[in-house]
């Protein structure tokens, strides 16, 4: 039973376009939500991450979305560079996140286009 | 500041073998977590160790089974090696912070024959 969906595989924009990607989740237990990006051969790296008690943040160029009634949340990339094509996967916790316990979905690959 | 190290970073066992992996973490970090990420998976959580202790547990068999070190290194031991333990497994280590956020090795990509 997956409890955090990204139903997407991939996703293709053009450079300087907004990428938005996908997850659902179905635990409502989970209070906190991160975004992790993987470039091959490499970890996942720390994107960013909200609070169950925020429906909105922001860094930079990204920005999470997180919709508590539909047990959704988004990640919008904007402008998008060439430089972020990985693979991001969602993750969540609960806890607050203090457990440092995540669970991931399987990921979704970004491809930005020249 | 050296990140989050793994070795071995590839190798090949066979059915029925054991293996060793290990792991360094990020410097001035006490927490290791280990997770296994099958081809087309999403990482999945194995356990935790703190204080040497295993604090939090995911669902894997006893045939998976680690321990942490006093310089907070951790190994992770799989025994009776099955085709379907073939993953990439990473060491991920944290320190307080930012909720949720955990710092990441390469990985150690296992391969069962």
């Known amino acids: 039973d997956q409890q955090v969906k990204q139903n997407s595989p991939s996703l293709s924009v053009q450079e300087g376009r907004i990428s938005i990607l996908n997850c659902d989740y179905t635990n409502s237990m989970f209070d906190y939500f991160l975004w992790y990006k993987k470039y091959p051969a490499e970890g996942p790296t720390f994107l960013i991450s909200i609070s169950s008690i925020k429906d909105k943040n922001e860094d930079g160029r990204f920005t999470v979305f997180l919709n508590k009634s539909a047990k959704h949340l988004s990640l919008h990339i904007v402008p998008s560079q060439p430089g972020d094509s990985a693979v991001y996967f969602c993750a969540a916790s609960d806890s607050g996140g203090s457990n440092y316990k995540l669970t991931f979905g399987k990921g979704t690959l970004l491809t930005v286009n020249p | 500041d050296a990140g989050v190290t793994q070795s071995p970073t590839h190798l090949i066992k066979t059915r029925g073998q054991q293996v060793t992996l290990r792991c360094s973490p990020k410097?001035?970090?006490?927490?290791v977590s280990w997770y296994q990420q099958a081809l087309g998976q999403g990482p999945q959580f194995i356990f935790q160790?703190?204080?040497?202790?295993?604090?939090q547990r995911g669902n894997f068999p006893d045939r998976f089974s680690g321990h942490q070190f006093p310089n907070y290194s951790s190994e992770l031991n799989v025994n009776a090696l099955l085709l379907g333990d073939s993953a990439l497994y990473l060491c991920?280590?944290?320190?307080?912070?930012?909720?949720?956020?955990?710092?990441f090795g390469e990985g150690s990509r296992l391969t069962v024959l």
């Open positions: 410097s001035g970090h006490d927490t």
């Open positions: 160790y703190y204080e040497e202790e295993e604090r």
């Open positions: 991920a280590s944290s320190l307080g912070g930012v909720p949720g956020e955990l710092f």
